[in-house]
C-alpha cells in the first residue's frame, strides 16, 4: 500500500445554523454574509485542480418552505432537543413571513455545489445540526432530524451516504446507520485531548500547529454499527482571536506534512473546514489552501496520491470489505481440501512462529498482539520488510516459497491463512 495515498476534503457547510443556539451577533451575521462568495471561491480552486470535495449541507439550507403548527416553527422536530434547554432551539429562527433569509435557507448554494466541475459529493450535516449529544439530547429530536434530512436529500435526488455529526459529536450511531447513512467523519484522538483544563487544552492545540508534528494520516474502518468511520486528521482553522497567532507559513507546513504522511503510510489525509473558516483573512486562508492543493496536485502527478470523496471512500471500503469476505471464502475452500494431517500442520505451525520471531528480531521490532490463528498479519508488529524475511526464513527451512508457486495469487490475512498458503504448497510439494 505504501506510496499510495489518498486526500480526502469534507466541509461543513451550515451558514448560520452552526450558530443557531447561540445569539448571532453583528460580527457573526458579517462574516456569515460572506459565506457564499467564499462556496463559490473554494468551487474555483477546486476546478482548478480537479478536487472532488464532500459538503456535507444542513438540511434545512434546502427547504422551499418550512412547517408551522400556530407559533411553533418545525412542530416535527420533538422539544426540548437538549436536556435543561431554556429556550427553544429555533429562537431565532426567520418568521413566518420570511422564507428567504440568506442566513437560513440556502438552496442557491445547493445549486453551486451540484453545478460545479468536478462533481462535488453532498453529505449530510443533519437537518438542523443539533448535537448527537447521547446524554444530553433527546433521542426522539435526533431521529426526527436524521428524517428530516434523509426526505430532503431523497426529495432532491442527492445521495445520503456521508454524515458530518454538528460539532464533531459522534452519538447515536445505531440511529444514524438506520437512516441509511454509511458513513461518517469520525475524531481522530488528539494528545491533547486529555488535558483537563479547557482554555489550556484550546492553547496546546494551537501549539501542535507551531510543533513540526505531521498531523495523523488515518485509514476508514467499520465501527461497531457497521457504518464507516473516515476520521479527521486536520482542521484548516479559522484565522480570528487567538487562532490569528498560527501563522500561514505553519498551517501549509502542516497540510504538507499531513499529506507527504498519508502517502508514506499508503492512508488518507482528511483535512476539513466550514467555508466560515475563510471569513476572516480571506486571502491568506484561500492561499494556504491553494499551496496544499498545489502540493497535492504534485503528488497526484507523481502518482502517488488520488483525491476522494468520503462517498468513495466508503464505497471503495464496503467492497475491499467484500473482496476479503470473498478471499477468506477462497481460503476456506483451501483449508476444506487440505489432506495434511493435524500433526504435519501443527509441526509446520510450530516452524512458521519460529521463524515468525526470528524475522522479528532481525528487523528489531517487537510483537504487538498475541499471535493466534486470528492475529492480523499487518497488526503483529511486524513490517513487510519483515515479511520478506519471513518468507526466505522458512524457504530455507522448509525448501519452497509458495508465492512463487501460487497459480492465482492469494494474500493472507490473518495468521491462519499465512500457515494454510504454506501447508497448501506443503501437501504439493510432497504429493
Ligand atoms: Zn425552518
Ligand atoms: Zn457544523
Not at 506510496?3 to 451550515?14: A, F, H, K, W
Not at 464505497?315 to 469476505?325: G, P
Not at 478471499?327 to 494431517?341: C, G, H
Not at 491463512?417 to 504454506?422: K, M, R
Request: glycine residues 6%; aromatic residues 8%; hydrophobic residues 40%.
Amino acid at each position: 500500500m505504501s506510496g499510495n495515498g489518498t486526500l480526502t476534503i469534507s466541509i461543513d457547510t451550515e451558514i448560520a445554523w452552526g450558530r443557531c443556539d447561540r445569539r448571532i451577533t453583528q460580527e457573526d451575521h458579517a462574516a456569515l454574509a460572506r459565506e457564499r462568495a467564499i462556496v463559490q471561491r473554494l468551487l474555483a480552486l477546486f476546478s482548478a485542480y480537479n478536487i472532488q470535495a464532500t459538503w456535507a449541507i444542513v438540511g434545512h439550507l434546502l427547504l422551499k418552505e418550512c412547517s408551522w403548527e400556530g407559533a411553533v416553527v418545525h412542530p416535527e422536530v420533538p422539544r426540548p432537543i437538549l436536556s435543561g434547554e431554556i429556550g427553544d432551539w429555533f429562537f431565532q429562527h426567520p418568521s413566518r413571513a420570511v422564507t428567504d433569509d440568506p442566513l437560513w435557507y440556502g438552496r442557491d448554494i445547493l445549486e453551486l455545489i451540484r453545478n460545479a466541475t468536478p462533481p462535488q459529493e453532498i453529505g449530510s450535516h443533519s437537518f438542523c445540526h443539533m448535537p448527537f449529544d447521547e446524554r444530553r439530547s433527546n433521542s426522539d429530536a435526533v431521529r426526527a432530524d436524521l428524517f428530516a434530512a434523509q426526505e430532503l436529500h431523497e426529495a432532491e435526488g442527492l445521495a445520503f451516504d456521508s454524515f458530518i455529526f454538528p460539532r464533531n459529536v459522534v452519538g447515536y450511531r445505531e440511529l444514524v446507520a438506520s437512516s441509511g447513512l454509511k458513513g461518517y467523519r469520525g475524531n481522530t484522538p488528539h494528545w491533547y485531548d486529555s488535558i483537563p483544563v479547557p482554555p489550556l487544552r484550546r492553547l496546546l492545540s494551537l501549539a501542535s500547529f507551531v510543533i513540526p508534528i505531521a498531523p495523523p494520516s488515518v485509514r476508514p474502518s467499520l465501527d461497531s454499527v457497521g457504518l464507516v468511520n473516515i476520521p479527521d486528521s486536520m482542521l484548516l482553522m479559522g484565522r480570528n482571536g487567538l487562532r490569528a497567532l498560527i501563522s500561514s507559513r505553519a498551517l501549509v507546513r502542516k497540510g504538507i506534512a499531513g499529506l507527504q504522511r498519508a502517502v508514506k503510510q499508503g492512508e488518507v489525509f482528511h483535512l476539513w473546514f466550514h467555508p466560515s473558516n475563510f471569513a476572516h483573512r480571506t486571502e491568506e486562508q484561500f492561499q494556504v489552501l491553494e499551496n496544499i492543493l498545489q502540493h497535492a496536485d504534485g503528488l497526484k502527478r507523481r502518482g502517488v496520491l488520488k483525491v476522494r470523496t468520503m462517498g468513495d471512500q466508503i464505497t471503495l471500503f464496503i467492497n475491499s470489505q467484500k473482496q476479503a469476505t470473498k478471499n477468506s471464502s477462497k481460503f476456506a475452500e483451501v483449508r476444506e481440501t487440505m489432506m495434511l494431517a493435524t500433526e504435519d500442520r501443527t509441526a509446520l505451525r510450530s516452524k512458521i512462529l519460529a521463524a515468525f520471531h526470528e524475522a522479528l528480531e532481525a528487523r528489531q521490532q517487537h510483537l504487538s498482539c498475541e499471535l493466534s490463528d486470528n492475529a492480523i498479519l499487518l497488526e503483529t508488529g511486524l513490517d513487510s520488510l519483515g515479511f520478506a524475511i519471513l518468507v526466505v526464513k522458512l524457504e530455507e527451512e522448509l525448501g519452497y516459497d509458495p508465492f512463487v508457486m501460487m497459480k492465482e495469487q492469494c494474500y493472507p490475512r490473518t495468521l491462519r491463512e499465512f500457515i494454510d498458503v504454506y501447508a497448501k504448497s506443503y501437501q504439493n510439494n510432497h504429493d
